[in-house]
């Protein structure tokens, strides 16, 4: 559950985040979508607490940052973040990677998940040695691997074509059907259709 009440945050004498009230409800996906420059990626920073609002109220499950004491270990347990742009070690095989984030019990899952996601024969291969769409979903594999209550997007299907990009919003439907609450920033239309709901913004406000 996330709760936000009149965001507002500004760089410098711009206001990228100018009023956004906003609940996402336990297992929901919500789509953000909005043109370029419209606030999507600093809109999520805020709501995943990597970027602290100028003003404005925010609560994740029920409680406000303040509150969380140990931020790092609230982010830990609560929530997974895909970014536009992932970083993997390039040393390590993609289930290396994958393996590295994992909870103890979760890592039997890395097979299957890095399958459902169609890297499941390249598992074995550096993150160095692969395409740059290939170490999205490992990217994305990584994110998801804990199941975290809350996961959010930035653009992850930026460099996947249709039929990956497919894969990754078929995942990320059934992990919102398992009970994860998900918040995923995209321009494509399409694959904003699959999620609950879709917001839209436009110059830092919700249109
Ligand atoms: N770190 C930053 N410093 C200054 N301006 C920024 C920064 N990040 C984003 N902006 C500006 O804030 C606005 C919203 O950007 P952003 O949140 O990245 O939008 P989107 O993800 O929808 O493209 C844009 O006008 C952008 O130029
Ligand atoms: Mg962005």
Do not use: C
């Amino acid at each position: 559950m996330i709760e936000a009440k009149n965001l507002i945050h500004f760089y410098g004498q711009e206001r990228a985040i100018d009023g956004i009230s906003l609940r996402v409800a336990p297992g929901e996906f919500v789509a953000l979508t909005g043109e370029s420059g419209s606030g999507k990626s600093t809109l999520l920073a805020i709501l995943s607490t990597l970027l602290r609002p100028d003003s404005g109220e925010l609560r994740i499950e029920g409680k406000a940052p303040e509150a969380w004491g140990d931020l790092n270990r609230f982010r830990r347990r609560y929530i997974g973040f895909v970014f536009q742009f992932h970083y993997l070690i390039p040393y390590l095989s993609i289930a290396e990677n994958v393996a590295l984030a994992a909870d103890r019990e979760r890592r039997q899952e890395i097979p299957a998940l890095l399958a459902r996601l169609g890297i499941g024969e390249i598992a074995r291969k550096k993150a160095d040695e692969i395409s740059g769409g290939q170490r999205q979903r490992a990217a994305i594999a990584r994110a998801v691997v804990n199941r975290p209550r809350i996961l959010f997007a930035d653009e992850p299907t930026g460099n996947l074509d249709s039929k990956n990009s497919e894969k990754v919003f078929d995942l990320f439907r059934s992990i919102a059907d398992e009970g994860t609450t998900l918040v995923v920033a995209t321009h494509d239309r399409r694959l904003a259709e699959r999620a609950d709901r879709i917001i839209d913004i436009k110059d830092g406000r919700l249109v």
